[in-house]
């Protein structure tokens, strides 16, 4: 079993910074992919931000300059997304996505937080 836990969420006035956490835990051998993805109202789920076993990352361009993911250096399966200049546009649920490689088989797996509110309003 792997879990998938975020925090951080909350509301901010626009310009303002937020930053979210995810930590995933279980039978995790290694991760092949660590990101954020989020969801507004009436939008279909989206890539925020990810990176890669490599420590490859990619944003969406709506994204670039403002956002910024990294692995923490402490724990092994652990990511944060430090959110700057935020705007209302960028108001939706954000869901960590750990893609990670099993203990038991070494098969490979998707698993997804529960997801924390991100509201960006003044």
């Known amino acids: 079993q792997v879990q998938v836990v975020e925090s951080g969420g909350g509301l901010v006035q626009p310009g303002g910074s937020l930053r979210l956490s995810c930590t995933a835990s279980g039978t995790i051998f290694s991760t092949y992919a660590m990101g954020w993805y989020r969801q507004a109202p009436g939008k279909q789920r989206e890539l925020v931000a990810s990176?890669?076993?490599?420590?490859?990352?990619?944003y969406a361009d709506s994204v670039k300059g403002r956002f910024a993911i990294s692995r923490d250096n402490n724990a092994k399966f652990a990511v944060y997304l430090q959110m700057n200049r935020l705007k209302p546009e960028d108001t939706a649920v954000y869901y960590c996505?750990?893609?990670?490689?099993?203990?038991?088989?070494?098969?490979?797996?998707?698993?997804w937080g529960q997801g924390t509110q991100v509201t960006v309003s003044s």
């Open positions: 990176v890669d076993s490599g420590d490859n990352t990619d």
């Open positions: 996505h750990a893609g990670v490689y099993s203990t038991y088989d070494y098969s490979r797996g998707d698993y």
